[in-house]
């Protein structure tokens, strides 16, 4: 499958990626308020695509933190799995968000 407008093949956990952050900013953020927004942007490199989520704050002065739960958890593993499918991931310098690259 092509990503659309691109013409590029779809990479491999790239979606997986995408969902993640974006329940994370849901989950964890001011972003899953009544009226809470945040933002998806994907920025097509040549040996990449970068996801960047901007979210509305976190809850409670939470900072995104890969946790490793335990094994009955049903929550817990999201940026886990993102560790595992990008080559890289960390939190927005500027405002609020995650980022991820995803080879291409």
């Known amino acids: 499958m092509t990503q659309p407008g691109w013409d590029i093949e779809n990479p491999t956990g790239l979606a997986t990626v995408v969902s993640e952050l974006a329940t994370n900013a849901i989950d ?20 990449h695509i970068r996801v960047t989520v901007r979210d509305a704050g976190p809850r409670k002065g939470r900072t995104p933190t890969r946790r490793t739960p335990e094994p009955t958890a049903e929550h817990g593993r999201g940026l886990g799995i993102v560790n595992e499918l990008a080559k890289a991931w ?6 609020t968000g995650v980022w991820a690259e995803v080879a291409r």
Do not use: W
């Open 90 to 95: 960390g939190v927005a310098r500027i405002g």
């Open 28 to 47: 964890h953020t001011h972003s899953g308020d009544p009226g809470g927004k945040f933002t998806i942007r994907l920025a097509l490199h040549e040996t």
